[in-house]
T-cell receptor
Framework: GNSVTQMEGPVTLSEEAFLTINCTYT??????LFWYVQYPGEGLQLLLK?????DKGSNKGFEATYRKETTSFHLEKGSVQVSDSAVYFC???????????FGTGTSLTVIP | DAGITQSPRHKVTETGTPVTLRCHQT?????MYWYRQDPGHGLRLIHY???????DKGEVSDGYSVSRSKTEDFLLTLESATSSQTSVYFC??????????FGPGTRLTVL
């Protein structure tokens, strides 16, 4: 079946620190992979996506590379800001079933 | 938010009462979804729709029903609410396996 596993939180970092949030997946076929971000009291927003192996998604300084060999899609940012404090969700889409599968979310707090 | 609204945004109800949540989209997306978000579980799919009057069950569909009579509206009904259905409910819409766009959520409390 399809599933997403992401690193447990919460994660607390100082401003300008390097961020990595790990995400691995199990899927049948060739899924698309996504990172969504949820700010307090809001819905999820797309942060970045990758649709095939070796693709790199990027947005707002965040990056993630679709690694088929390790079934991973780790989120990275070189220098986090206080405004990056949010919950981050890794997800995959099932091309066959038109469904999305989400990880449990990783809470990030960035302190000045 | 890609033009997705949810109503109500907050609701408190009592066990055993029926509850209907509404999702409205303005972007003519074919697919619409209802999720619930609970601590430790992330987002779990309740039901989804792949067209007017076409719906299917998700991972946690027991106790919920849906209807989609127009492209823009997707209703989630709890026929007889229970305390285990206290949650935050999110609607999403999209064009299939591409990006999903989420509404702002409805916080439901069942006493």
């Amino acid at each position: 079946g399809n599933s997403v596993t992401q690193m447990e939180g919460p994660v607390t970092l100082s401003e300008e620190a390097f961020l990595t949030i790990n995400c691995t997946y199990t899927a049948t076929g060739y899924p698309s992979l996504f990172w969504y971000v949820q700010y307090p009291g809001e819905g999820l927003q797309l942060l970045l996506k990758a649709t095939k192996a070796d693709d790199k998604g990027s947005n707002k300084g965040f990056e993630a590379t679709y690694r088929k060999e390790t079934t991973s899609f780790h989120l990275e940012k070189g220098s986090v800001q206080v405004s990056d404090s949010a919950v981050y969700f890794c997800a995959l889409s099932d091309r066959a079933g038109n469904q999305f599968y989400f990880g449990t979310g990783t809470s990030l707090t960035v302190i000045p | 938010d890609a033009g997705i609204t949810q109503s109500p945004r907050h609701k408190v109800t009592e066990t055993g009462t029926p509850v209907t949540l509404r999702c409205h989209q303005t972007e003519n997306h074919r697919y619409m979804y209802w999720y619930r978000q609970d601590p430790g579980h992330g987002l779990r799919l309740i039901h989804y729709s792949y067209g007017v009057k076409d719906t299917d069950k998700g991972e946690v569909s027991d106790g919920y029903s849906v209807s989609r009579s127009k492209t823009e509206d997707f209703l989630l009904t709890l026929e007889s609410a229970t305390s285990s259905q206290t949650s935050v409910y999110f609607c999403a819409a999209g064009r299939g396996t591409d990006t999903q766009y989420f509404g702002p959520g409805t916080r439901l409390t069942v006493l």
